[in-house]
């Protein structure tokens, strides 16, 4: 990192917005964290266990980030890629669980969440043998933000925390778009401003997608209930 005795070179200027901008993303996980310490019958229950470990992974996810961007190296992007793995599997079974006695997320979490990771791994077995493979982690990124939007189109108990959930895929989308032009932005300006700006707008929608979970987390206790489309 550089020092602030002298003016940063673009490279350490570059890493050290990287840096900061992920931050966030801890901070989002911090609040998950807070709302569990608040809410021990729910979070600590069958149906709230995806929410813990997603609120988790968003710290993890932010530190890996830290790491990475502080040390880039290929073998570093595995402990970048792996906690963003997790926190894609954790969120979509936290969701399967929105709904008053649906276990759904929490079943499937194990499973769910070792595929996950296992994309990673695979990414990085394939790195490592000199042709890297990225299918399978861009399938479970798909996959989970397709899970999310469809669920984010029912009808919740909870009719605000669905509009927020929305307003969370609006931003993630924005940041996935500003992902898409983050090579030509960077042939044009000299400088990639993207990056950093796309993890404070995956930040933005992952405190949204924390507030709407925190505000429809059923009680283990609640009665059955069922997705119904809007």
Not at 25 to 40: E, P
Not at 71 to 93: E, K
Request: aromatic share 12%; proline share 6%.
């Amino acid at each position: 990192m550089f020092s602030f005795l002298q003016p940063p070179s673009a490279p350490e200027f570059q890493s050290w917005l990287n840096v900061i901008t992920s931050v966030p993303l801890i901070v989002a996980g911090a609040l998950g964290l807070r709302h569990a310490s608040h809410n021990r019958e729910e979070t600590f229950s069958a149906t709230g266990i995806p929410f813990l470990v997603f609120a988790s992974s968003l710290i993890l996810a932010g530190m890996g980030s830290i790491w990475y961007h502080c040390f880039p190296s290929p073998a570093n992007l595995l402990w970048d890629r792996l906690p963003i793995a997790l926190s894609l599997a954790s969120l979509a079974c936290a969701f399967a669980n929105v709904y008053p006695g649906s276990l759904w997320g929490s079943r499937l979490l194990g499973p769910v969440v070792a595929t996950a990771l296992a994309s990673v791994i695979f990414w990085n077995w394939t790195r490592v043998r000199g042709h890297e493979d990225l299918v399978p982690y861009a399938l479970v990124q798909v996959a989970a933000a397709l899970f999310v939007g469809y669920v984010s189109l029912m009808q919740w108990p909870d009719a605000g925390a669905s509009k927020t959930l929305r307003s969370a895929l609006a931003w993630y989308a924005g940041a996935r778009i500003l992902e898409g032009v983050q090579g030509a932005l960077y042939q044009k300006i000299g400088f990639d401003y993207a990056h950093p700006i796309k993890h404070l707008l995956i930040s933005v929608a992952c405190f949204l997608m924390v507030t709407a979970l925190a505000n429809s987390l059923p009680s283990s206790e609640a009665g059955l209930g069922t997705l119904e489309t809007e």
